[in-house]
C-alpha cells in the first residue's frame, strides 16, 4: 500500500516537471522564432529599400560578430575562411611558407621564420615587410592579405619586401608545414630534463610523452615542463598529459554547463609514464586554458610545484558547432573546475563595467578550496604559482611596450648593427643598451595610458560637466606632472623584465627559437629558480606540503 502510494505521488511530480519543462522549452523557441522574424524582416527591408548599395554579406557578417561581442570574447562566428584557419590551429598542419606573420594595413611583416622551412630558405628574416605577392600589391589588397602567402605544396610566389629601408625580392616556394607542439626538450643538467610545450594541438600529449621518456632515457630524474606563453586548445590533450604524471582514473576536469549533456568528468584513463618524478611546471600571464587545466590540475593533485607569474585565467570552455554554408559557431558551453573544484576563470564578462568592459573578479570574492595534501588554494584569478617570480609578471608599462612592437623593432635593428655577434651562449645585454633603449623609446614617441590616468580623465569630464574645472584645474594638472615623473620612474623600475624581453628577442635573431631555448637552460631566471627547487627534494617536497602553524 506504501509503495502505491509513493507511486502516485511520484508520477503526479514527473508529469508536472515534464509539463513545465515543455512548456518553458515553447516559450523559449516562440521567442526565439519571434526575434528571427523580426530579424529576417529588417534584414529584407535594409537591403531592399534603403537608399545606396548594400552589401548583404557585410551587414550580416557585422550583425552577427556585433551580437556576440555582449557574450565572451571566445563565442565567435567562423566563416569559410575561419574554419581552415581553426582546423591549423588544432592539427598543426597547413601548406605555406613556415612563418609567423602580421597583417598589417599596407604590408605584411615577418614577424618569426621558422627554421629550415620556405621563408627561411628564401631568406627572409624578422622584421622583413613583404609589399607585393607576386602581381599583387599588398596594400591594393582589399581582403585578408594573409591569403597571398598561401598556396599549394610546391608552388612558388615571388615576393617584393623591405629589409632596413632597401626593396629586395626573393622566390618562396610552398610546402607542408608541421607545427610541433613540443618544438624543444633537452637536457639541463645530468639530472634534470626540460620540455617546451607550446600547444595543445592533436599532437601535444603523444609529443610530451615522448619528449618525457626520451629524457628519462638519457638520465633525467626530474623534469621541467614550460607552459609559458601556451595559450591553449583541446581539452583531452590537456588531461592526457595530466596523465602522464598521475595515475589511471585520477579526476582531472569536470565541465559544468546549464546544459546537462555538456556537464562531464575528465579521469585519466591510461597507465601513466611516471607518477613518482619531481616536476616543476612554468607558467606566465599567456599561459591559458589547456595550460591552465594541465598546471592547476597538478597543483591541485600536489602533483606538480607551480613556477613563475598568475597565469591568464580562462575557466571557459569552447565547442565548434557547424552552420550552413561551411560556415561555424565556436560557442562557449560550459566552465571548467580543476579536481579542487575551484573555476579559475579571471574575468567577468556577464557584469561589465560603464564603458562596457569585462571586469575583474574581485579578490575578495575569491573562495578557497584545498588541495589533495589540505594547501590552499583559489579560484577566480588564474592559478596562483606556488613560487611567484615578479620577472614572470608583465607590468603595463612592459605591456605597452610589447603592444607597441617597440621590443620587436629594436632587436631588428640591433641585429643588423651587429650582424657578425659571436658566441651568443654568453650574451648579456648592459646598462648602457637599457639607456640606448631609452633613447630609442623617446625617439619613438613612447607613451602609455596607465589605469590612473583614466581614472582622473573620468574625473576631469565629470568635473567640466559639472563646472568644477577651475576649482580643480590647478591640483589636476599638478597631479598629471606627478604621474608622468612616475611613468618614466616605471620604466627603470621594470629595467629587469624589460632586458630579459629584449634579450629573448634579439637572440632569436641570431639562433631561431630552438637557440632560444639552449639559451634559456643557463640564463632564463625561472629555469633557474626550477632547478634550484628541484636540486633539493627536500626543498621541493616542501613546497608541495601542508604549512603548520
Not at 548599395?53 to 561581442?69: F, Y
Not at 597583417?103 to 605584411?108: A, F, G, N
Not at 654568453?426 to 602609455?448: I, R, T, V, W
Not at 560637466?465 to 606632472?481: A, F, M, S, T
Request: charged share 30%.
Amino acid at each position: 500500500m506504501k509503495r502505491l502510494l509513493k507511486t502516485r505521488i511520484i508520477i503526479p511530480i514527473l508529469a508536472l516537471a515534464i509539463l513545465v519543462t515543455a512548456s518553458s522549452f515553447k516559450n523559449d523557441f516562440f521567442e526565439v522564432a519571434k526575434q528571427l522574424e523580426i530579424f529576417t524582416t529588417l534584414f529584407k527591408e535594409i537591403n531592399m529599400s534603403y537608399v545606396d548599395e548594400t552589401n548583404p554579406a557585410d551587414l550580416m557578417d557585422k550583425a552577427i560578430k556585433s551580437m556576440l561581442e555582449d557574450l565572451d570574447p571566445y563565442t565567435q562566428f567562423y566563416n569559410e575562411q575561419d574554419v581552415e584557419a581553426e582546423k591549423i590551429r588544432r592539427t598543426g598542419d597547413y601548406t605555406g611558407i613556415g612563418a609567423k606573420v602580421r597583417v598589417l594595413k599596407d604590408k605584411l611583416l615577418i614577424v618569426e621564420p621558422y627554421q629550415g622551412y620556405p621563408a627561411d630558405k628564401a631568406g627572409l628574416k624578422a622584421g622583413d615587410e613583404i609589399i607585393k605577392v607576386n602581381n599583387t600589391v599588398v596594400a591594393d589588397f582589399k581582403d585578408d592579405a594573409g591569403e597571398l602567402l598561401k598556396g599549394a605544396a610546391n608552388s612558388s610566389a615571388n615576393v617584393t619586401y623591405v629589409r632596413q629601408g632597401k626593396q629586395y625580392t626573393t622566390e618562396i616556394k610552398h610546402s607542408e608545414i608541421e607545427i610541433d607542439a613540443v618544438p624543444y626538450f633537452s637536457m639541463i643538467n645530468d639530472k634534470t630534463g626540460y620540455i617546451v610545450l607550446n600547444a595543445f594541438n592533436t599532437k601535444a600529449s603523444a609529443q610530451t610523452s615522448y619528449a618525457l621518456r626520451d629524457l628519462k632515457a638519457q638520465g633525467a630524474k626530474k623534469i621541467i615542463l614550460d607552459l609559458r606563453g601556451n595559450p591553449g586548445g583541446l581539452l583531452h590533450e590537456a588531461v592526457n598529459i595530466v596523465n602522464l604524471f598521475v595515475p589511471k582514473g585520477q579526476l582531472v576536469v569536470t565541465t559544468k554547463s546549464k546544459v546537462e549533456k555538456f556537464n562531464r568528468t575528465y579521469y585519466t584513463s591510461k597507465d601513466p609514464v611516471d607518477t613518482e618524478i619531481p616536476l616543476v611546471v612554468l607558467i606566465n600571464g599567456s599561459s591559458a586554458s589547456a595550460s591552465e587545466i594541465v598546471s592547476g590540475s597538478l597543483q591541485d593533485l600536489d602533483r606538480a610545484v607551480i613556477v613563475g607569474s598568475r597565469s591568464f585565467g580562462k575557466g571557459l570552455v569552447q565547442r565548434p558547432k557547424p552552420l550552413t554554408y561551411g560556415t561555424q559557431l565556436k560557442i562557449t558551453i560550459s566552465r571548467y573546475y580543476t579536481p579542487s573544484g575551484r573555476c579559475i576563470q579571471a574575468l567577468d564578462y556577464w557584469h561589465r563595467d560603464e564603458q562596457g568592459n569585462a571586469v575583474r573578479i574581485d579578490k575578495k570574492n575569491y573562495n578557497e578550496f584545498k588541495t589533495k595534501g589540505g594547501r590552499k588554494v583559489y579560484d577566480g584569478g588564474g592559478v596562483q604559482p606556488d613560487e611567484a617570480m615578479e620577472i614572470s609578471k608583465n607590468s603595463a608599462v612592459t605591456d605597452a611596450i610589447l603592444n607597441d612592437f617597440l621590443i620587436f623593432d629594436y632587436a631588428t635593428n640591433y641585429y643588423y648593427k651587429h650582424p657578425n655577434l659571436e658566441n651568443i651562449g654568453q650574451f648579456k645585454l648592459g646598462n648602457s643598451d637599457f639607456e640606448d633603449f631609452k633613447k630609442y623609446l623617446k625617439s619613438n614617441d613612447f607613451s602609455f595610458v596607465t589605469e590612473t590616468e583614466k581614472a582622473l580623465s573620468e574625473v576631469h569630464k565629470k568635473a567640466i560637466k559639472e563646472d568644477l574645472e577651475d576649482n580643480i584645474k590647478n591640483e589636476y594638472n599638478q597631479l598629471l606632472k606627478t604621474l608622468n615623473s612616475s611613468k618614466e620612474l616605471a620604466i627603470n623600475q621594470n629595467k629587469d623584465q624589460i632586458l630579459s624581453l629584449l634579450t629573448d628577442e634579439i637572440v632569436k635573431r641570431y639562433v631561431y627559437r630552438e637557440g632560444l631555448y639552449d639559451y634559456y637552460k643557463n640564463h632564463n631566471p625561472e629555469i633557474k629558480k626550477s632547478t634550484e627547487i628541484l636540486s633539493n627534494l627536500e626543498t621541493y617536497y616542501d613546497y608541495l606540503r601542508l604549512k603548520k602553524g
